[in-house]
């Protein structure tokens, strides 16, 4: 077991505030993921500080989050909402703050985890300044990202370049997941150390609540057939796929087949453009009167959304990892997604749920009715999903691996910078 407690370290996440609301527009598995991870390392015995910007100017500076783990925000640009292509200017600001902080306190963090390309940035600049190891989780890659879109924001050429210099020169990257870790080789750098660690889920948290239970919570009729999507309102989460799909359901048209979309959107940002979008598609196809727009879903609720449902749905063009498919696994919820990235890990076809090509309403539509028909076979894939998840997806277990890897890392810069005894 780790042996230096109380070893303090820092979890830098500019964009992604671990102590918000989760489920709108820019906030979602990284700043989960961040928390998660500041919570499963505490616990084993780590000083944990999480850092990001300060955003709103109505958010303390430090949030506690029990005795070893806090999120400190610091100043980078004014205290509001800035989306993530236009922080890039605002960094060197935050860098300054964070090395006040460091005095202040009078030490200096010998170990850094980043998160995101932006931080990535940060860590590199820090590492020029300091000796400190620094440890790095994507969580999109633009290499990837870039592929998919038509609109290339202005700041891809040096977010591109800033990816493959994090790659290529810092102590170790952390991939979450095989599909990941093989794109970082093809399409970002073949030099550099990467280590695979997957993203966890809650297991208590998801999990234990029957399926009429949750309907009776939620008022949902006991034999109704829900379909599922929880996330972020993002084109590239594939939501217009879904409700195609629904529309072409071999169900359509009982009066018990229901779509349920929950996630969050703000009046007049991008999130709720697309919800408007989406909602425009449901009323053209027909399907207003068995589609339900539940909103954000709080904590509170969204375990007995999950455990409500007969299938969830994944549709996205791409997800490095993907949160919700393992949190509806851990809620013995079979999962229908797209055949890219980390839901290809997370995800086994016949066992745990099925894959369909991205886009594909058809395919979709043929995935999601082969569950809905068989309830018998849906809850065989709920039992081995949720098995799944214990083995292969706890935080738990993700702080131990991250454990491990600090550890090794820290013991490394410790013999190479021991002072050498003459033979
Ligand atoms: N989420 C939530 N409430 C919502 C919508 C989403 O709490 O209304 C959470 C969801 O449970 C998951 C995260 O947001 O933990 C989304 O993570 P994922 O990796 O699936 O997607 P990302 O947001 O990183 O693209």
Known sequence: MFQNKKHRIALISIDGDPAVEIGQEEAGGQNVYVRQVGYALAQQGWQVDMFTRRSNSEQSAIAQHGPNCRTIRLKA????????????????????????FQQ?????????????????????ELK?????????TYHSLGAVKYRSIGDVPVIAAQRLAVEK???????????TSPQEQKHMRVLVSSKGNIEMIPCGTDTDKFGGIQRTAAREKLGIAPDAKIVLYVGRFDRRKGIETLVRAVAKSSLRGEANLQLVIGGGSRPGQS??????????????????NCTTFAGRLDETVLPFYY????????????????????????????????????????????????????????????????????PTWRDQLGEAARQRTEIAFSWYSVGFRLTQLYTRLLAQTASNTRPRIAA
Not at 128 to 136: G, M, N
Not at 274 to 287: K, M, N, Q
Request: some cysteine; hydrophobic content about 45%; glycine content about 6%.
């Open 77 to 100: 640009g004014p205290a509001e909402f800035i989306g993530r292509d236009n922080l890039f200017d605002h960094l060197p600001e935050f860098i300054e703050e964070f090395q006040k």
């Open 104 to 124: 202040r306190q009078g030490f200096h963090y010998s170990l850094i985890h980043t998160n995101y390309w932006l931080s990535s940035w940060v860590g590199m």
């Open 128 to 136: 020029k300044q300091q000796s400190l190891i620094q440890v790095h």
């Open 165 to 175: 210099a994090c790659l290529e020169t810092i102590d170790c990257v952390v991939a």
């Open 271 to 288: 999130d709720a453009i697309e919800r408007d979008r989406i909602a425009s598609i449901v009323t053209e196809l027909g399907l207003e």
């Open 307 to 374: 455990a409500a449902a007969d299938v969830c749905v994944v549709p996205s063009h791409y997800e490095p990892f993907g949160l919700v498919a393992i949190e509806a696994m851990a809620s013995q919820t079979p999962v229908v997604a797209s055949d890219v990235g980390g839901l290809q890990f997370t995800v086994v076809p016949e066992v745990t749920g099925l894959l369909a090509p991205p886009k594909d309403e058809v395919a979709f539509a043929a995935a999601i009715d082969r569950i809905l028909i068989n």
